[in-house]
């Protein structure tokens, strides 16, 4: 498998983007789901427990982001899915296969008791449900966007030029 760089870069933008509106909409679906779960408090109180955790969480779930839209887009292409549905398709799977691991978060996180319980919880599992399903729908369509194969119907520059810098006789518009 070759891996484009270019595209690679774009879809880690794509992902990275798509983290950070899963980040803004949080507040927003706490008092909905009537779960005080933040993705970036779990994250950077994994790692610090001072003022900084916020920062620290956000950069790390940012980064996140970047890594699954870097996959994302070296992979989405040979899903046998429509194109619309891979990005949402690919983050639930994300979803399901990752969230067995609140049970170890319930247990041994260094924050667990200033955290809600995931492990059980069905307003946390519909929570991040509509989380991924956010990033999964940002992602997938900026990244499709930003990925997009060139239009056929438009010349590129080096067909339309030839070697003297004079241009093609056929692209002249002359009616034949």
Same mark, same amino acid.
Not at 165 to 174: C, F, P
């Given at each position: ?42 994250? &950077?109180? !994994? ?11 956000? !950069?790390?779930?940012?980064?996140? &982001?970047?890594?699954?839209? !870097? ?64 990033? &999964? ?34 692209? !002249?518009?002359?009616? &034949?």
């Amino acid at each position: 498998m070759v891996i484009d760089r270019a595209k690679t870069v774009r879809g880690a933008f794509a992902g990275a983007v798509a983290a950070a509106v899963w980040l803004a909409q949080q507040p927003l679906d706490k008092p909905i789901f009537g779960v005080d779960y933040d993705d970036s408090e779990l994250l &950077g109180k !994994a790692f610090t427990r001072g003022r900084s955790w916020p920062v620290v969480g956000a !950069a790390i779930h940012l980064a996140n &982001g970047a890594a699954m839209g !870097a996959a994302y887009t070296n992979v989405a292409p040979r899903l046998p899915l429509p194109s619309w549905s891979r990005g949402p398709l690919v983050a639930l799977a994300e979803h399901l296969a990752t969230w067995p691991l609140t049970i170890a978060v319930d247990r041994v996180h260094p924050a667990r008791g200033e955290m809600p319980r995931l492990a059980g919880s069905s307003r946390a599992f519909a929570q991040a449900t509509w989380r991924h399903l956010v990033f &999964g729908v940002v992602l997938g369509e900026l990244e499709r966007r930003l990925n997009a194969p060139p239009d056929p119907d438009v010349p590129r520059f080096e067909h339309t030029l030839s070697s003297n810098g004079h241009g093609k006789l056929e692209h !002249a518009g002359i009616p &034949g």
